[in-house]
Each structure stands twice: as C-alpha cells, then as structure tokens.
C-alpha cells in the first residue's frame, strides 16, 4: 500500500486502495506522504477518527521520519468555544438557572487550561449539554475582525495553524467545505502540488452531499432574529413597527414549527411541506415576517451601530428561503429534518462526485483508501460515486484469518424466532454482544422483547450519547448493546469484550427516505435500474461495516449472525457473501452454540 501511495505522489496522479481490517492503512499512508515533503492532508470520517489519527498514529510516523514537521488538526467552527459568547452569557448570569450557570463557571475554568479551545477535550460538562450549545463558535453568529476576542479566537487560530503546517488532519465535513472553494481557488488549505489522503473514502460522497448546500436551522434564524432585536433593544427601544414585526415572526415561527411537527416525519421532502395549502400558506407567512424586519431595519441607521451587518444578515436569510421554496433541480434536492429539539432545511445533491472533479485533475496527488469499498471484488461502484477515471486500484484483503477465527449464522425459522435466537447466543457467550439494527423501529422491538429475558445490563441507543454508551459497554465487560447505523462503523472494540455479533437485516434504505426516494426517481428518468445501482450497492457496503466491527486485531475471534435468510434466498445475496472476507457458514443453531462455547 506505501508503494502505490509513493507512486501515487511522484506521479501526481490518483489511486485508490481497499485496505482491509488490520493492514495498518494509516501508516501505509502516513509514511510516503511524510516522506514526500509536500503538503499533506488527511481527511477521515468523523472527529473522534481525525482524534485517533492526530494523537497516536500521526506522532509515531513523525517521530521516525521527521520530529519537527508542523502538524495540525482542523474541526468545524462548532467544536471550538466562542470567548465573546462566554463572556455574554456570564454577564447575563442572573437570567440562568442555578445548573446552567454551574456549567458555565467550569467552562470558564475549563479556558484558563485550554490551549486549543476544543470543546471536545472538555470532561466536565455534558457534550450535550444546553450551556456548552450556548458558547460554542457559529459561523453565522460570527463578528470577524469588530470582535473583541478576533486575535484570540481559537477557531481562528485553528484554521490559520492549519494553513501553515506541513500536515493537516481535516474530517469530510470541511474537506466538502474547502473543495468548494478550491474550485473557485479560494481554498487556503488545499493547494495544488499537495497530497490529499481520504481515509474512510467510502462516506466522502454522502457527506459531500450533505454538506455543500444550503443548510439552517429555525433555531439559527430565530438567534439571529434575537441578536438584531436585543441590538435594538438596548440602543433604541423606541419604534413600535420593530416590536410589532419581532412579535410576528415569533408566532409565525411557532405556527410554523407545529405544522412541520403535524406532518410527523423526521426527514422528508420540502415538497411535501407546500403541496399542503394550509402549510405552504403558513410558510409564506413566516418567510414574509423575516422580510419585513429586514425592511425595518433601515429605520434604525445612524442611530444604532451595526445596523448593515444585521440588515446583510437578514437579508441573506431571505435568500436562501426563497432559493430552496423554489427549488426545481434535478441534481439537487431539499429535505426537512425534524425532532424535538431540531428543525433543519437541508439542500442534498444527488450525484457528488462533480465536486471532486476539480481537485482530481489537478496536480495534487489524492489517494482514497477505506476498508469497506468493494462489491463482488470491484472497485466500480465507489469510483463512479467518487468520479475517479483514470486512477491506479488495489484491493488488499484483510490479513485476519476469518475462516479460522470467526464464523457467519443465518438461522433457519422453523423452531426459533429471532429473539430466542437473540437470547441463546447472548447467555451462551455471556453478554459481550452488539446487536445491530438497520431502523430505530428494530431497536424498540427487540430492546422491549429482551428486557427481562436475559441476565446481562442492556444498553440501547437513546439512553445516553454514542461514546457514553461505548464508554459503558467498556467498563461493564458483559454488556449487550443494541444501537443502530451509528455502530456500524467506527466503533473499535478488540478481543473477548466483543466476540458476538447480531445483524437483525441486511441493511437496505427505505425507498420511503426522501433522499433514496428522490435518487431512485433519478435513476428511473436515465432508465437505470434503482435496485441495482442504488439500494444494493450501499446495502453491501454497510453490510460490510457491520461484519467489520467483530475482528479488530489478529487474535479475535467471534460469532457473526444475520437473522435474515434473504442472503440465502435470494439471487442479490451473493453479493453480500463476495463481499466480505471468507467465513465459515452455518444455518445450524446447536453449532453456532458450540462455536461460542469453544470461546470460553
């Protein structure tokens, strides 16, 4: 794998490696690109990979090729806390609640140690938790150089360390980001002549597909709302129309809120919201609101300072609401996300891989390497997801015995339902299970049908955040978790702890998801087969994720079950088979028993 990346980087040309579980894909990577004495970046799926890469494999690499290479880790604004915000909140300590105001005094505490400002490296405050949302860097909130705290600004800070060290380690999110600019060759951080390593190559196209349109929150606007109006507040306080206008868009946001909550769907179609007549009514209404306060706000120049940055802020509000109430492409698409806590208006594209074409026709040189890339032993469905033509290819398996050390139970349903089955393998390997679930519908059935069933704790997606739970499962040593696609990948539990794993489907999307609803309606325009080219394809793939979370060193061992007999049955099934290491099959329950009892 070095020696196609090295080739790769001499050549400034593309490549692209399936590199399974165990082959040390970071440092088969890390060397040659070390070694080249370009510019590095390395962008990998989520913050606590790009973490794991900049604390323990990054410095071992360095350390043996080069001690005083600059390096440096980049996240999104979010993950960095805000010095104005703390600052605001703590002078508005009386309005807090006696919590919330404790919360913020060891967040204060907390600044006085941080070198970086990465609210993740904070421990004593919940992740979740409303104070930390309250001080944390947004873009949009954001003051630039009129800030009081601009030459201290962490996330500031962050990005100008990022732009001048020699290796970088990004997460997707703003790898999307800055390909956006590098098209308009306005990026700071991706440069021609550089070298550009996508780790988990696999997600960057759904990310990028997520992450390049518009996107806001009703909460964001209604933040944003607010600050105009406190501006107001304290430096007029005198014109009726404002408040008139302010109370309007409250209730307009309200009204708007509870319609969106009526149709009961968490993600669906923005269509959907103004084919009703009552709610595309109710929506003009809420957008004609934000309008009108933007209008107000030329009542307030020469009179209160700050009056355009607000006015541009409303403004630029409008326009992106009437952009996506008006969105006809075929490319893209806009979705609705809702819970509780949330309301997000999201523009999707459909096809992401125009968006790497500039970087990939350039003279930077780009491996995309992952361990969950081919389907029937080809690369041809994420080369065509990611625009990759003329591109150097390998697929390296796994170095991990798995026709030894593991084997595969698809259970025949003639005597056992799939909760016996469930309960069985459970007590037989004494908890230290993942039961994975492809629908929060799967989680609810089978948490209620095993709780009380079983001796070992449950612990269930929901009751506390992903790492808290993992954190959990560590220290209990004989859990059962039952979580949902969040845990199908990278998640890296080694030895006894995790020997039994339950896959309760194969992991196909619903077609009823708005954004496979919306691909698949694409596919059949260009007369493509949807099932084909699109469920399958990704169904494999996470399918691939799940069997990886049970081997995670050389000497694992463990039990893989799927309680579905459609691999089996049907002709798609193959598949799945090919696509993963070869195992040892049974459909035989005493002999899936006697496989975990020789465990022990």
Same mark, same amino acid.
């Given at each position: 794998?070095?020696?196609?990346?090295?080739?790769?980087?001499?050549?400034?040309?593309? #490549?692209?490696?399936?590199?399974?579980?165990?082959?040390?894909?970071?440092?088969?990577?890390?060397?040659?690109?070390?070694?080249?004495?370009?510019?590095?970046?390395?962008?990998?799926?989520?913050?606590?990979?790009?973490?794991?890469?900049?604390?323990?494999?990054?410095?071992?690499?360095?350390?043996?090729?080069?001690?005083?290479?600059?390096?440096?880790?980049?996240?999104?604004?979010?993950?960095?806390? %805000?010095?104005?915000?703390?600052?605001?909140?703590?002078?508005?300590?009386?309005?807090?609640?006696?919590?919330?105001?404790?919360?913020?005094?060891?967040?204060?505490?907390?600044?006085?140690?941080?070198?970086?400002?990465?609210?993740?490296?904070?421990?004593?405050?919940?992740? /979740?938790?409303?104070?930390?949302?309250?001080?944390?860097?947004?873009?949009?909130?954001?003051?630039?150089?009129?800030?009081?705290?601009?030459?201290? %600004?962490?996330?500031?800070?962050?990005?100008?360390?990022?732009?001048?060290?020699?290796?970088?380690?990004?997460?997707?999110?703003?790898?999307?980001? $800055?390909?956006?600019?590098?098209?308009?060759?306005?990026?700071?951080?991706?440069?021609? /002549?550089?070298?550009? &390593?996508?780790?988990?190559?696999?997600?960057?196209?759904?990310?990028?597909?997520?992450? %390049?349109?518009?996107?806001?929150?009703?909460?964001?606007?209604?933040? !944003?709302?607010?600050?105009?109006?406190?501006?107001?507040?304290?430096?007029?306080?005198?014109?009726?129309?404002?408040?008139?206008?302010?109370?309007?868009?409250?209730?307009?946001?309200?009204?708007?809120?509870?319609?969106?909550?009526?149709?009961?769907?968490?993600?669906?179609?923005?269509?959907?919201?103004?084919?009703?007549?009552?709610?595309?009514?109710?929506?003009?209404?809420?957008?004609?609101? *934000?309008? $009108?306060?933007?209008?107000?706000?030329?009542?307030?120049?020469?009179?209160?300072?700050? #009056?355009?940055?607000?006015?541009?802020?409303?403004?630029?509000?409008?326009?992106?609401?009437?952009?996506?109430?008006?969105?006809?492409?075929?490319?893209?698409?806009?979705?609705?996300?809702?819970?509780?806590?949330?309301?997000?208006?999201?523009?999707?594209?459909?096809?992401?891989?125009?968006?790497?074409?500039?970087?990939?026709?350039?003279?930077?040189? %780009?491996?995309?390497?992952?361990?969950?890339?081919?389907?029937?032993?080809?690369?041809?469905?994420?080369?065509?997801?990611?625009?990759?033509?003329?591109?150097?290819?390998? &697929?390296?398996?796994?170095?991990?015995?798995?026709?030894?050390?593991?084997?595969?139970?698809?259970?025949?349903?003639?005597?056992?339902?799939?909760?016996?089955?469930? *309960?069985?393998?459970?007590?037989?390997?004494?908890?230290? !299970?993942?039961?994975?679930?492809?629908?929060?519908?799967?989680?609810?059935?089978?948490?209620?049908?095993?709780?009380?069933?079983?001796?070992?704790?449950?612990?269930?997606?929901?009751?506390?955040?992903?790492?808290?739970?993992?954190?959990?499962?560590? *220290?209990?040593?004989?859990?059962?978790?039952?979580?949902?696609?969040?845990?199908?990948?990278?998640?890296?539990?080694?030895?006894?702890?995790?020997?039994?794993?339950?896959?309760?489907?194969?992991?196909?999307?619903?077609?009823?998801?708005?954004? *496979?609803?919306?691909?698949?309606?694409?596919?059949?325009?260009?007369? &493509?087969?949807?099932?084909?080219?699109?469920?399958?394809?990704?169904?494999?793939?996470?399918?691939?994720?799940?069997?990886?979370?049970?081997?995670?060193?050389?000497?694992?061992?463990?039990?893989?079950?799927?309680?579905? /007999?459609?691999? &089996?049955?049907?002709?798609?099934? #193959?598949?799945?088979?090919?696509?993963?290491?070869?195992?040892?099959?049974?459909?035989?329950?005493?002999?899936?028993?006697?496989?975990?009892?020789?465990?022990?």
């Amino acid at each position: 794998m070095a020696n196609l990346v090295a080739e790769a980087i001499s050549k400034k040309s593309n #490549t692209i490696v399936e590199a399974g579980t165990g082959i040390g894909k970071s440092f088969g990577y890390l060397v040659p690109a070390l070694l080249s004495k370009k510019k590095v970046i390395v962008s990998t799926a989520t913050k606590n990979l790009q973490q794991q890469l900049y604390d323990k494999d990054l410095p071992a690499i360095q350390n043996l090729i080069n001690p005083i290479l600059k390096t440096s880790i980049l996240k999104g604004a979010s993950n960095y806390l %805000c010095k104005l915000k703390l600052e605001q909140q703590l002078t508005q300590a009386n309005s807090h609640d006696q919590t919330f105001l404790a919360e913020l005094l060891r967040i204060q505490q907390w600044q006085v140690i941080t070198k970086d400002g990465d609210l993740n490296q904070l421990n004593t405050v919940n992740e /979740d938790a409303e104070s930390i949302t309250s001080v944390r860097t947004t873009k949009n909130a954001c003051t630039g150089k009129t800030c009081d705290f601009y030459a201290e %600004c962490y996330y500031r800070r962050a990005k100008s360390k990022a732009m001048q060290a020699d290796v970088v380690i990004l997460n997707h999110h703003i790898l999307a980001n $800055e390909l956006e600019k590098f098209t308009e060759y306005e990026s700071k951080l991706l440069i021609e /002549d550089a070298v550009l &390593i996508v780790d988990e190559a696999h997600s960057l196209p759904d990310t990028i597909a997520e992450s %390049c349109g518009i996107s806001f929150s009703l909460g964001e606007i209604i933040r !944003t709302v607010a600050r105009f109006f406190e501006l107001y507040k304290l430096e007029a306080g005198d014109i009726p129309s404002i408040e008139r206008g302010h109370q309007s868009f409250l209730i307009a946001s309200e009204r708007l809120r509870f319609s969106i909550k009526n149709i009961n769907q968490s993600r669906f179609n923005f269509e959907l919201l103004l084919s009703d007549k009552e709610n595309a009514k109710i929506w003009w209404q809420w957008v004609s609101t *934000i309008e $009108e306060l933007c209008r107000q706000t030329t009542l307030l120049e020469g009179r209160v300072a700050d #009056t355009a940055f607000h006015q541009e802020q409303l403004q630029d509000i409008v326009n992106q609401l009437q952009r996506i109430a008006q969105h006809h492409s075929l490319g893209e698409y806009v979705v609705i996300e809702y819970d509780e806590q949330h309301l997000r208006f999201k523009e999707v594209l459909l096809n992401a891989n125009s968006k790497l074409n500039s970087i990939i026709n350039s003279s930077t040189a %780009c491996v995309f390497t992952s361990a969950t890339m081919q389907i029937d032993g080809t690369l041809a469905y994420i080369k065509e997801k990611l625009g990759l033509k003329s591109v150097t290819e390998a &697929i390296i398996p796994t170095p991990f015995d798995y026709q030894q050390h593991a084997m595969m139970y698809v259970p025949k349903y003639s005597h056992l339902d799939d909760v016996r089955v469930c *309960i069985d393998l459970i007590n037989k390997n004494e908890g230290r !299970t993942f039961i994975l679930c492809s629908s929060f519908e799967s989680i609810k059935r089978l948490s209620k049908e095993l709780v009380g069933k079983t001796q070992y704790p449950l612990l269930i997606q929901g009751q506390a955040g992903k790492e808290a739970l993992l954190k959990k499962y560590r *220290i209990l040593g004989n859990a059962v978790l039952i979580g949902s696609f969040s845990f199908w990948e990278g998640v890296d539990i080694k030895g006894r702890l995790l020997s039994n794993v339950i896959i309760d489907r194969l992991p196909f999307a619903s077609p009823e998801d708005p954004l *496979i609803n919306a691909k698949l309606k694409v596919a059949e325009l260009n007369g &493509i087969d949807g099932f084909e080219h699109i469920l399958l394809p990704k169904a494999v793939l996470r399918f691939k994720q799940g069997v990886g979370r049970l081997l995670r060193h050389e000497t694992d061992k463990g039990l893989i079950t799927l309680l579905d /007999d459609r691999i &089996i049955n049907k002709a798609y099934g #193959t598949s799945f088979i090919n696509s993963v290491p070869p195992i040892r099959k049974t459909r035989n329950h005493s002999t899936a028993l006697a496989f975990l009892e020789k465990l022990q």
